[in-house]
């Protein structure tokens, strides 16, 4: 079993930023790639970034350079650190952890951007 606790979701204006953090608990050794998903209202959920225990992150293409992924392994934290927020980033972003046997998923933290 793997825990996965968020944090960081807020309501910010167009053009700001926020950093979103995920803290895993449990089985963390089985942990091979950490990310970060969203959903906004009335759409599908989306990955937003992933990173693997080697460090290598993929984004989706349209958030690349505005969007960086990090990871604290010493922690068994995995950050989302979003720049020039726009109002269409609005959505539930979920953490998640993909084990062997399938995935975990955080409860979700909402990111509101006010135009």
């Known amino acids: 079993q793997v825990q996965l606790v968020e944090s960081g979701g807020s309501l910010v204006q167009a053009g700001g930023s926020l950093r979103l953090s995920c803290a895993a608990s449990?089985?963390?050794?089985?942990?091979?790639?950490m990310g970060w998903y969203r959903q906004a209202p009335g759409k599908q959920r989306e990955l937003v970034a992933a990173?693997?225990?080697?460090?290598?992150?993929n984004y989706a293409d349209s958030l690349k350079g505005r969007f960086t992924i990090s990871r604290d392994n010493a922690k068994n934290t995995v950050y989302l650190q979003m720049n020039s927020l726009k109002v269409e980033d609005t959505a539930v972003y979920y953490c998640?952890?993909?084990?062997?046997?399938?995935?975990?998923w955080g409860q979700g933290t909402q990111v509101t951007v006010s135009s």
């Open positions: 449990g089985s963390i050794f089985s942990i091979s790639t």
């Open positions: 998640n952890a993909k084990v062997h046997w399938g995935n975990y």
């Open positions: 990173i693997t225990t080697g460090d290598n992150a």
